[in-house]
T-cell receptor
Framework: AQTVTQSQPEMSVQEAETVTLSCTYDTSESDYYLFWYKQPPSRQMILVIR??????QNATENRFSVNFQKAAKSFSLKISDSQLGDAAMYFCAYNRVKLVFGAGTILRVKS | DSGVTQTPKHLITATGQRVTLRCSPRSGDLSVYWYQQSLDQGLQFLIQ???????AKGNILERFSAQQFPDLHSELNLSSLELGDSALYFCASSQLAGGNSPGELFFGEGSRLTVL
């Protein structure tokens, strides 16, 4: 069964600085999707960024980028120029047939 | 706005009772997924339907059941409720069934169930 591991229960970053959230996953499949979702205090699930496993190029969405290492089964999220609004729970997720989530990382942003 | 509608947003009930949560997927989406998020925990996959048929099953309790109707809306039925069933229940939808071309899921705002 596929598993997703987020080893950082909580992270802190100073406003305007950069932070990296870690994620590893376990799968025997070669074709799949990876996602980072953000869950602010409102509890709404918001897609931050997605990566197709067959693409070698790392996905980027404005201040958010990923470091996708397929062989290592690693999928980290980098947030540049952190803003107060980035404070949330971040979930890494793997999708092949069903979307499997990691346990989440709480990101706190200090002003 | 994701386009996925869940009702009710909040529900308070007593142990032993039964409740039904409803989900309307985005227009055109054939797949519906149900997830449970307990306090301070991640999202646990419960079940997926595609065009009316059960597609995948997660750790869904026998006291829970779901179905997807011809108009593609879905209902999650929770019976003989226990205190531990208190959680946020998310519905999500996608166009595809998963498998060959899984993609982004669009989440509703969730239904918060409190069992007293």
């Amino acid at each position: 069964a596929q598993t997703v591991t987020q080893s950082q229960p909580e992270m802190s970053v100073q406003e305007a600085e950069t932070v990296t959230l870690s994620c590893t996953y376990d799968t025997s499949e070669s074709d799949y999707y990876l996602f980072w979702y953000k869950q602010p205090p409102s509890r709404q699930m918001i897609l931050v960024i997605r990566q197709e496993a067959y693409k070698q190029q790392n996905a980027t969405e404005n201040r958010f980028s990923v470091n996708f290492q397929k062989a290592a089964k690693s999928f980290s999220l980098k947030i540049s120029d952190s803003q107060l609004g980035d404070a949330a729970m971040y979930f890494c997720a793997y999708n092949r047939v069903k979307l499997v989530f990691g346990a989440g990382t709480i990101l706190r942003v200090k002003s | 706005d994701s386009g996925v509608t869940q009702t009710p947003k909040h529900l308070i009930t007593a142990t032993g009772q039964r409740v039904t949560l409803r989900c309307s997927p985005r227009s055109g989406d054939l797949s519906v997924y149900w997830y449970q998020q307990s306090l301070d925990q991640g999202l646990q996959f419960l079940i997926q339907y595609y065009n009316g048929e059960e597609r995948a099953k997660g750790n869904i309790l026998e006291r829970f059941s779901a179905q997807q109707f011809p108009d593609l809306h879905s209902e999650l039925n929770l019976s003989s409720l226990e205190l531990g069933d208190s959680a946020l229940y998310f519905c999500a939808s996608s166009q595809l069934a998963g498998g060959n071309s899984p993609g982004e899921l669009f989440f509703g705002e969730g239904s918060r169930l409190t069992v007293l």
